[in-house]
């Protein structure tokens, strides 16, 4: 429990830096694999899955991570994994605004992703409003998270407060016994 309260207040300078002055970073090394297989994987599907499959295959790994803790009922793992996945948005922000730029340094042969992707759809000229609202869809996914990783938090930490008290959470009304019969009706 400590240490989710300790991850809890670490993800909030973390989360602000996100927001409001993100750049490539650690994790986007991780998400640069995924991206990566993601292409390999989508691109059996044809050429614009090809292309879009390195963002469907960094975001895809986040949410598989969720899903797998939700269905274990950890919802503070799932919460980070989310934070994870608006992380993985913005990066995917990041790359969609430079469609035009073209200053980020490219893995493969020079194909810009959503320089063609965004070409072949006729919206290139909108690539820096796009990744705009991208940016900001996953600060707000962001914002959402943490609030459910803080939610999480408390729970467990009322969880552990009524199993530290003999489980019982919270006090019965006043003249009330736990676990006494309820008085028998009349047949009025």
Not at 33 to 49: K, M, P, Q, Y
Not at 145 to 154: I, Q, R, Y
Request: glycine share 12%; proline share 4%.
């Amino acid at each position: 429990m400590a240490a989710r309260a300790l991850l809890l207040l670490a993800l909030v300078p973390y989360g602000l830096w996100l927001i409001f002055a993100y750049r490539y970073h650690f994790l986007d090394g991780a998400n640069l694999l995924f991206h990566e297989a993601g292409h390999v994987f989508f691109g059996l599907f044809g050429r614009t899955l090809g292309f879009l499959g390195g963002t469907l295959g960094q975001l895809v790994f986040p949410v598989v991570a969720a899903v797998h803790f939700l269905r274990q009922e950890l919802r503070f793992e799932a919460a980070v994994c989310t934070i994870w996945l608006c992380e993985s948005l913005m990066y995917v922000a990041l790359y969609m605004g430079d469609a035009n730029r073209l200053e980020l340094p490219l893995v493969n042969d020079g194909l810009h992703d959503w320089r063609w992707l965004l070409g072949s759809w006729g919206l290139l000229p909108r690539a820096e409003s796009l990744a705009a609202a991208l940016h900001g869809l996953a600060s707000l996914g962001l914002l959402a998270a943490w609030g459910w990783a803080a939610h999480s938090v408390l729970a467990l930490a009322q969880e552990e407060k009524g199993r530290s008290t003999g489980g019982v959470a919270e006090a019965s009304p006043p003249g009330v016994r736990v676990g006494a019969e309820a008085p028998p009706r009349s047949g009025l």
